[in-house]
T-cell receptor, first 116, second 113 residues
Framework: GAVVSQHPSRVICKSGTSVKIECRSL??????MFWYRQFPKQSLMLMAT?????????EQGVEKDKFLINHASLTLSTLTVTSAHPEDSSFYICSASGAQSSYEQYFGPGTRLTVT | GNSVTQMEGPVTLSEEAFLTINCTYTATGYPSLFWYVQYPGEGLQLLLK?????DKGSNKGFEATYRKETTSFHLEKGSVQVSDSAVYFCALKGPPGGGKLIFGQGTELSVKP
């Protein structure tokens, strides 16, 4: 099956700093990538959808200036959490989709962000 | 809008017990239905899917049948193992919403030896 990686798997940052999370599709071209946020023992909340070469489409209530998404190539998307605060601490999961994955979403292993 | 409702967990079973996790959905049109599994500290893995009414998805001993008349996609396994302990998410994808997946709240399964 298609493989999606995320880096880092865990990150701790200080309040007020920015942190970047990478999502890569390793064996297929991902025309679309999705970013989710998951709170403990809860479901996944879609934050934004990004198409390669285009601006991301954010879900209602998600601050686009705080959660910067870039999808500059067919194998890489990044999520930058700017001026992080403790309430941004969460598990962030990306997924990737493309013709080579039959447009099914394949998920990365997630990134645990802790803001101190 | 589209939505998915799962039975609440946690579900605790003994090894080799029969498993059912209920999932019902609300959708316009004809969505595709999915079950994903999330092991502790990991992302989601697709477990099985069905794309049209009466389809049965199956994988690793798990199965689910797309029931349009009852708008359900219940997950079943005849004999669970300790290694099946995880959180299971039911999801749908369909118009409207394009490629977006709509997830249920997840059901935690714990299998005891």
């Amino acid at each position: 099956g298609a493989v999606v990686s995320q880096h880092p798997s865990r990150v701790i940052c200080k309040s007020g700093t920015s942190v970047k999370i990478e999502c890569r599709s390793l064996d297929f071209q991902a025309t679309t990538m999705f970013w989710y946020r998951q709170f403990p023992k809860q479901s996944l909340m879609l934050m934004a959808t990004s198409n390669e070469g285009s601006k991301a489409t954010y879900e209602q209530g998600v601050e686009k200036d705080k959660f910067l998404i870039n999808h500059a190539s067919l194998t890489l998307s990044t999520l930058t959490v700017t001026s992080a605060h403790p309430e941004d601490s969460s598990f962030y999961i990306c997924s990737a989709s493309g013709a080579q994955s039959s447009y099914e979403q394949y998920f990365g292993p997630g990134t645990r962000l802790t803001v101190t | 809008g589209n939505s998915v409702t799962q039975m609440e967990g946690p579900v605790t079973l003994s090894e080799e017990a029969f498993l059912t996790i209920n999932c019902t959905y609300t959708a316009t049109g004809y969505p595709s239905l999915f079950w994903y599994v999330q092991y502790p500290g990991e992302g989601l893995q697709l477990l099985l899917k069905a794309t049209k009414a009466d389809d049965k998805g199956s994988n690793k001993g798990f199965e689910a049948t797309y029931r349009k008349e009852t708008t359900s996609f219940h997950l079943e396994k005849g004999s669970v193992q300790v290694s099946d302990s995880a959180v299971y998410f039911c999801a749908l994808k369909g118009p409207p919403g394009g490629g977006k997946l709509i997830f249920g709240q997840g059901t935690e399964l714990s299998v005891k030896p």
